[in-house]
Each structure stands twice: as C-alpha cells, then as structure tokens.
C-alpha cells in the first residue's frame, strides 16, 4: 500500500477569478506523523515534540484532529514565509503567517475535512482538508511553505488533565513562491492517499 498527499493551491482575485492554481506531490510528511500513528497502532505512549518546541508524551487515544475554527492559526493548515528546506525532524514552520488583517497577516477560514472517498477501479482512496486564507493586509503577501499541524487534548489520563498540544506531521517547501494580492484570497488542499 502507497500513502502519497497532494498539494493544491488556488488564489481567487478579489473579483472572484481565479489567477493561479497548480497541484504538487506533497515530500514531506514529518516524524511527528509517524510517532502519532505508532502511539495508536501499538498502544504503547511516544514522545512527540509539539509546535512550540515541548516535548510531551503521545497516548494510544491521542486523535489527530485538524479540524480547526476560524481566524486561529494553532492547527490544521498553516502557511508561511520560510524558505528553508523541510526536514524529517521539524515541528512547526519556518516562518508562520499569523491570522489577522494586519501587516503580513492573513486572515484563516475554518478547516474542512472530507472523505473518505473510494474508488474500487483504481483501487485507491482518500481525504481532503481544506482552508481558505484572505489577504486584507493592505499589500501582497508571498507564501513560499505550507503545512498542516494536528491537535490532541481536552481529556483526563489516570486522573490528570491532558493540556492542548499541536503538532505538525507535514511540511512543504513551495517550488515557487506564490504572491497573494490584497483582496485576494488563497485556497489550500492536502489530499491524503493510500493505494494499492
């Protein structure tokens, strides 16, 4: 079985056309990924190191949600203005892009998860998460990294309260840089995969 995602990227001009879209190969799923998925297929705990550099330990019933709300810039899909060459080991982006309309801000819609979809012919099936960013800095923005961060906590554990912990689990480099006019608004997609 393949586990792939795809990038898709969309930029709509304040008139409502759209002036860029491309679809790219998703190379970075981070470690972090990896240790959350361990954590619930074994159930055993693991270590993971979350946005903010902490470490803390992931448990069996972690959820990977990325469902997040509007105008908060914690989880689901980040964007920012790094330019350095994802690694295996990250755990937040290079330069993140906070929410807001003032300069080098744009504002985060709600994040939308939708799938699984299955196809039986091609023998393959997948997710989609979604999130729109809205320029009202009063100047272009360029985006040049993109990822996509979960959350877990809000429960108790053996009669401890479990804080809020963000993780990233992919990160990407753009190929090009993509500029943002005032106005304008870019659409994000990661599409996760699996194939036989």
Same mark, same amino acid.
């Given at each position: 079985?393949?586990? /792939?995602?795809?990038?898709?990227? /969309?930029?709509?001009?304040? /008139?409502?056309?759209?002036?860029?879209? +491309? +679809?790219?190969?998703?190379?970075?799923?981070?470690?972090?990924?990896?240790? $959350?998925?361990?954590? *619930?297929?074994?159930?055993? %705990?693991?270590?993971?190191? =979350?946005? !903010?550099?902490?470490?803390?330990?992931?448990?069996? @019933?972690?959820?990977?949600? $990325? $469902? #997040?709300?509007?105008?908060?810039?914690?989880?689901?899909?980040?964007?920012?203005?790094? &330019?350095?060459?994802?690694?295996?080991? #990250?755990? +937040?982006?290079?330069?993140? @892009?906070?929410?807001? &309309?003032?300069?080098?801000?744009?504002?985060?819609?709600?994040?939308?998860?939708?799938?699984?979809?299955?196809?039986?012919?091609? *023998?393959?099936?997948?997710? &989609?998460?979604? +999130?729109?960013?809205?320029?009202?800095?009063?100047?272009?923005?360029?985006?040049?990294?993109?990822?996509?961060?979960?959350? %877990?906590? *809000?429960?108790?554990? %053996?009669?401890?309260?479990? !804080? =809020?912990?963000?993780?990233? @689990? @992919?990160?990407?480099?753009?190929?090009?840089?993509? &500029?943002?006019? *005032?106005?304008? %608004?870019?659409?994000?997609?990661?599409?996760?995969?699996? $194939?036989?």
């Amino acid at each position: 079985m393949n586990v /792939k995602a795809y990038l898709k990227i /969309k930029v709509i001009n304040e /008139k409502g056309k759209c002036i860029y879209y +491309r +679809r790219y190969r998703s190379r970075s799923f981070v470690i972090n990924f990896l240790n $959350a998925l361990f954590a *619930n297929l074994s159930g055993q %705990s693991i270590t993971i190191i =979350n946005t !903010s550099g902490s470490s803390y330990s992931a448990q069996p @019933i972690d959820s990977i949600i $990325a $469902a #997040d709300t509007a105008n908060d810039n914690n989880f689901g899909i980040q964007i920012g203005t790094g &330019t350095t060459a994802p690694s295996i080991t #990250d755990t +937040r982006l290079s330069q993140l @892009i906070t929410n807001g &309309t003032g300069v080098g801000q744009m504002q985060y819609s709600a994040v939308s998860v939708t799938g699984p979809v299955t196809n039986t012919t091609n *023998n393959t099936g997948y997710i &989609t998460i979604t +999130r729109t960013f809205t320029n009202n800095s009063g100047a272009s923005i360029t985006v040049s990294e993109v990822g996509l961060v979960a959350f %877990s906590g *809000n429960y108790f554990i %053996s009669g401890n309260y479990k !804080s =809020n912990q963000y993780f990233l @689990i @992919i990160h990407d480099l753009l190929p090009t840089p993509i &500029t943002v006019p *005032n106005g304008s %608004s870019l659409s994000i997609s990661y599409e996760i995969q699996v $194939a036989t």
